[in-house]
């Protein structure tokens, strides 16, 4: 009989950290699209006889991410030397952290939603710690050359790493973007995928179902997405399976390998080295750090509402999971929605106005977000609804030229024409000729056929070329019907 088979994943996820200069030197942090090799100096190329100095910003933005995952911050921690040789290393060793790390024992609750981003399970995943250390340069290889370009090297980092209490590729997926909400949402890190601000390295091995024991691993490096996360988690299970079956059990030893993304497959790097082998050894020339319950209490003060709870909010105001989601994972979207809903006070108009028609003519127009209109400039067409000037129809054709030409909704709204009308006496006059020309729509109406009025209504938008306030004119319309005839 065949055995059942359960799937045991951890990660180890870095991220960088969104500060102005590197974890411990002054360089600019933000090497994004600037020349190779310009934000550098001698600390981060590691010259003999400098000295670095950790970065505070980095330290503030580890701890806030530290309790932010309900770990704990010890009070005493220190910077570690782990050797290893590599042409992106310059000093030859990064500055990490190894036997007391800043944080441990913290957990990530996230939910598992279906494909229609309803909520089918909620999951708890525990963090077992969470250290910093600095990036490592990016090296291009062209040809048979390497290039190499160090303004990467000495980025302030996380590392974190789970306990191993992921049983699927979904499971991870999904951990790993509450964690990258969570990341976001503290500001701790942009955690732009795209900018390789935040990797995953994940840890899969098989073991009979209802057996504790954790057999060896395959470690998958350097997975930049989470496609690929996804991606490589199933083809490392199915090969993992196949193992058990040739081989009657599992892995012999802990195995590295590497997911070819072309390919769409994994391949052995290596045997696992062992600690020893990064010869690992407290930093001579930084202070060991110790924080004050006190302090630490005060940066949990300033945590701001986390994203599961920002989301169960949106929830029970009415929104869908999914739209309540996809808020949480774009603080931009979040902000420009927030603004609105303040502003109406009405969450089916702020989603219709944000997560519709914003986000549907900014992609008919291969816009992004950033491109669109500023939080004011959709407030201004919000403010010009709710007054009455024009219709929340209107307010969706002004929104799409705004969009389109970058102009403001008042600017739109009087070059076009499009007020609304809506003051008594020119409303009168229309809703007097409305009865006047359909005579035989009144009539039908009187006799109580309630849908005639729709005839009368269709009569006076077309004459106002949608303009007339649909409301009151069917509210004048009612009244004037209504009272019965004088002879
Ligand atoms: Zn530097
Ligand atoms: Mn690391």
Request: proline share 5%; charged share 30%.
């Amino acid at each position: 009989m065949p055995v059942t088979l359960e799937v045991i994943i951890g990660l180890e996820v870095h991220a960088q950290m969104s500060t102005r200069t590197k974890m411990f030197c002054g360089c600019d942090n933000d090497a994004f699209g600037k020349e190779p090799n310009t934000t550098v100096c001698p600390i981060c190329m590691g010259h003999p006889g400098t000295l670095p100095v950790p970065n505070g910003e980095a330290v503030q933005k580890a701890i806030r991410t530290s309790l932010a995952l309900g770990c704990t911050v010890n009070g005493d921690s220190h910077f570690d030397r782990k050797h290893y040789f590599y042409p992106d290393l310059p000093s030859g060793f990064q500055i990490s952290q190894y036997d007391f790390p800043l944080a441990n024992h913290g957990t990530i609750t996230y939910d598992i939603l279906d494909a229609g981003g309803a909520k089918v399970a909620e999951k708890t995943c525990r963090i077992h710690r969470l250290h910093m250390e600095n990036d490592a340069g990016k090296l291009t290889h062209v040809g048979s050359r390497t290039l190499c370009d160090y303004n990467r090297a000495g980025t302030p980092l996380m590392e974190i790493v789970t306990e191993p209490d992921l049983r699927s590729a979904d499971e991870a997926v999904a951990f790993a973007q509450e964690l990258r909400r969570v990341l976001v949402a503290i500001q701790a890190s942009e955690a732009d995928m795209f900018k390789g601000m935040m990797r995953f390295d994940a840890s899969i091995s098989l073991r009979e179902k209802g057996t504790e024991k954790l057999n060896p691993r395959s470690e998958i490096k350097n997975l930049n997405s989470f496609k690929s996360l996804e991606r490589a988690l199933l083809y490392e299970e199915k090969r993992l399976r196949n193992l058990w079956e040739e081989q009657s059990g599992p892995l012999k030893g802990n195995i590295t390998v590497g997911w070819m993304d072309d390919e769409e497959k994994t391949r052995v790097l290596r045997e696992k080295e062992d600690a020893q082998d990064y010869r690992y050894f407290p930093e001579p020339d930084i202070p060991p750090l110790h924080f004050e319950a006190a302090f630490i209490e005060e940066v949990k003060k300033k945590l701001p509402v986390l994203p599961r709870a920002q989301r169960e909010k949106y929830v029970a105001l009415g929104l869908p999971e999914a739209k309540a989601l996809q808020l949480m994972d774009d603080p931009l979207l979040r902000s420009h929605f927030d603004a609105v809903l303040e502003r109406t006070k009405d969450v089916k108009k702020a989603s219709g106005i944000v997560l519709t028609q914003l986000i549907g003519f900014l992609k008919e127009q291969g816009k992004t977000l950033d491109q669109g209109p500023s939080k004011d400039a959709i407030l201004e067409l919000v403010d010009a609804i709710e007054s009455g000037t024009i219709s929340g129809n209107a307010g969706k054709d002004v929104l799409e030229k705004m969009i389109t030409t970058g102009k403001g909704a008042k600017e739109i709204i009087a070059a076009e024409g499009m007020q609304q009308i809506s003051d008594d006496s020119s409303l009168q006059t229309l809703v007097d000729r409305a009865i006047a020309e359909n005579q035989k729509a009144v009539e039908s109406y009187k006799a109580g056929k309630q849908a005639a009025l729709g005839a009368v209504m269709a009569w006076v938008m077309k004459e106002t070329k949608g303009q007339a306030n649909p409301a009151k004119v069917n509210e004048m319309l009612r009244k004037l019907l209504e009272t019965p005839d004088e002879n």
